[in-house]
């Protein structure tokens, strides 16, 4: 096929013959596919094959691949110059479009990732605060920040150590990494390393490791702690930022957190990232305060545009009730299958963000809770979905996504080719 030939060619290129590891296939085995274009829901290879798309770029094309209004919004900008290390219109435009719907910040600062954002808003807390550790949680990821690129070891309360080679040491034991959903152990933290601790930064929706659904109370819990000890508490919303509401997970808990981090949703699916506060926080930013930041493509005018046309469809009454209409719709068909067959099987979903999870379990809220072994049925199924036409993110612990641009007829045929490709697993 084509794209054997182009990773073989990859291979002597990049390391490992990608430029991301998850898109190597190495947890579902087989040669990645090369991706030559995108319509709506749909996506094609460079061998023509034509694909229902569930990972819609890992989540920023909420809209679907190649939306009118986006499109014509890139090209327009493009046309006038695609970068200028300078200030523009289109900046002051999405800013404004962000901030007036969205009552839980006042002041935002672009950045090129979502990786930059969270990096950018842990140095802002620190900054903010006069402290050094952090406190993170098993199972969140919040990019390959140096300080967050880390794992916990045994122990209720854990030192990071790195979880990746060229990280010192020293960085990663300023992270204390917790369980998720266990109050006991961050009231342990906050004890142990009293008025040490600048920031919690947690995903309130964590969707990088399975999805793991957490409670409000124990995100109250977590708010009512960084507010009693004066800890910065930081929303990681890359994910769930304008995907299960225009205000996130901040509006679907009815939480305050003091700094959230988006990711390339605002942008279009485009490279690009924000961080975001009150005006009493983000008055430390350089040039107004001390904490310094900064990028030449930080507000860049192309992915302005497309976030000005994307956010602005996602404002549309209804919109997100209709994404959440259309997940719940796939994933109760899904699930009453399984569940009439006896398989051990779920489906768990928020908004518009679905997970398969090969376990009969009915919540599973932390990291290790996930059975590495029923993990393993992650990759037939997804060879059997692929041999269908439907295309998920290629490893068992990413998420899946519905967009605008699916239909009901996307839909029905998803719900068939799962179910299909539950029989292929269940019964081999």
Not at 33 to 49: I, P, R, T, Y
Not at 174 to 194: G, H, R, S
Not at 227 to 234: F, K, M, P, S
Not at 285 to 309: D, K
């Amino acid at each position: 096929s084509r794209s054997a030939e182009l990773f073989e060619k990859a291979k002597t290129l990049f390391p490992g013959g990608v430029n991301s590891p998850v898109r190597a296939f190495r947890s579902v085995g087989g040669t990645p596919l090369f991706f030559a274009k995108g319509q709506g829901s749909h996506v094609w290879d460079e061998d023509c094959n034509e694909f229902i798309d569930y990972c819609c770029s890992w989540g920023p094309l909420i809209l679907g691949h190649a939306h009118p209004s986006v499109v014509k919004a890139v090209q327009d900008t493009v046309a006038l110059g695609s970068s200028f290390g300078a200030p523009t219109r289109l900046e002051n435009e999405l800013a404004e479009l962000i901030l007036s719907h969205h009552k839980y910040i006042e002041k935002i600062r672009f950045v090129s990732s979502g990786t930059e954002a969270a990096m950018s808003a842990i140095r802002l807390a620190r900054g903010y605060t006069g402290r050094d550790k952090i406190i993170k949680f098993e199972g969140c990821y919040h990019g390959h920040v140096d300080s967050l690129l880390v794992k916990a070891g045994s122990g209720l309360v854990t030192l990071g150590t790195s979880s990746s080679a060229g990280i010192p040491e020293a960085y990663a034991k300023e992270t204390i990494v917790l369980p998720l959903n266990d109050k006991a152990a961050l009231d342990e933290a906050v004890k142990q390393f009293k008025d040490q601790i600048a920031v919690v930064a947690i995903e309130p929706i964590p969707a990088n490791n399975g999805l793991l659904l957490q409670e409000g109370e124990f995100l109250r819990y977590v708010r009512e702690v960084c507010t009693r000890e004066n800890i910065v508490l930081l929303f990681d919303e890359v994910i769930s930022g304008f995907r299960v509401g225009f205000e996130g997970a901040s509006a679907y808990y009815g939480i305050q957190p003091d700094v959230l981090a988006f990711g390339k949703i605002i942008g279009g699916g485009l490279p690009v990232g924000a961080y975001a506060a009150s005006s009493k926080i983000m008055s430390h930013v350089a040039p107004e305060g001390p904490v310094y930041q900064a990028g030449t493509l930080s507000g860049n005018p192309v992915a302005m545009s497309a976030g000005i046309a994307q956010l602005t469809e996602c404002l549309r009454p209804g919109f997100y009730e209709e994404l959440k209409e259309k997940t719940d719709y796939l994933v109760n068909n899904v699930l009453n299958y399984a569940r009439s067959k006896n398989y051990a099987f779920n489906i768990f979903s928020v908004g518009s963000i679905f997970w398969v999870s090969f376990s009969a379990q009915k919540s599973i809220r932390r990291s290790d809770e996930i059975d590495s072994d029923e993990m393993k049925k992650f990759a037939p199924f997804h060879r059997a979905l692929l041999e269908q036409g439907i295309y998920l993110g290629p490893s068992g612990y990413e998420v899946g996504f519905v967009s605008a641009a699916h239909s009901t007829a996307d839909i029905d045929r998803t719900i068939e080719a799962m179910q299909r490709a539950l029989d292929v697993v269940f019964a081999g």
